[in-house]
């Protein structure tokens, strides 16, 4: 099993900046990717950025130029830097890691509890 702790969510006012990170821990062989999901009230969970271990990043459109995604491998813990924040970008963002705990396991999706970022206006 693989456990996701995050943190550094709050609240921030517009055009601030807040930083996240995720750290992931357990059986872990390796991790192929790793990244954020956010879910507004109301709407439907969304990815936000995904990174690979060899650092090939996916950014929505909705954050490109404003979030930048890095990983540690040796840490296995990614961090999310979220700049000019909006208050479009209030939401619960997750933690996601896809990752197996041997050579001889299928990958699998793990998830983190969710931290609140909330950008007042």
């Known amino acids: 099993q693989v456990q996701l702790v995050e943190s550094g969510g709050g609240l921030v006012q517009s055009g601030g900046s807040l930083r996240l990170s995720c750290a992931a821990s357990?059986?872990?062989?390796?991790?192929?990717?790793m990244g954020w999901y956010r879910q507004a009230p109301g709407k439907q969970r969304e990815l936000v950025v995904q990174?690979?271990?060899?650092?090939?990043?996916n950014y929505a459109d909705s954050v490109v130029g404003r979030f930048t995604i890095s990983m540690d491998n040796a840490k296995n813990t990614v961090y999310l830097q979220m700049d000019s924040l909006k208050p479009e970008d209030t939401a619960v963002y997750h933690c996601?890691?896809?990752?197996?705990?041997?050579?001889?396991?299928?990958?699998?999706?793990?998830w983190g509890q969710g931290t609140q970022v909330t950008v007042s206006s």
């Open positions: 996601y890691c896809d990752a197996r705990g041997d050579r001889y396991s299928n990958y699998a999706h793990y």
């Open positions: 990174i690979t271990s060899g650092g090939v990043t």
């Open positions: 357990g059986s872990i062989f390796r991790i192929n990717a």
